[in-house]
Nanobody, 117 residues
């Protein structure tokens, strides 16, 4: 059994910052990519950022320059520093990782981020 648990969500005013964290526990085998996705009401889940085991990262255009993804391979954690938040960043944020062997995807249950004045 693998479990991913996100933390750090909440409510913030536009321009504010939040830091999301996600830890994988249980029968965690070698992890390939780790990432963050989000889903706003009435919209499909979309990629926010991914990070490879070596540290290279990709970002959605909408968050480039504002969000930073990082990971700790020893602790099986991935974090997302979100700065200059906008109302359109409001969504449920999910972390995931892809297992190196077999490419299995694991997902957390999500954490709510609300940006509103």
């Amino acid at each position: 059994q693998v479990q991913l648990v996100e933390s750090g969500g909440g409510s913030v005013q536009p321009g504010g910052s939040l830091r999301l964290s996600c830890v994988a526990s249980g029968s965690v085998l070698s992890i390939d990519t780790m990432g963050w996705y989000r889903q706003a009401p009435g919209k499909e889940r979309e990629l926010v950022a991914t990070i490879f085991s070596g540290g290279a990262a990709n970002y959605a255009d909408s968050v480039k320059g504002r969000f930073t993804i990082s990971r700790d391979n020893a602790q099986n954690t991935v974090s997302l520093q979100m700065n200059s938040l906008k109302p359109e960043d409001t969504a449920v944020y999910y972390c995931n990782y892809k297992q190196l062997i077999g490419g299995i995807l694991y997902w957390g249950r999500g954490t709510q981020v609300t940006v509103s004045s």
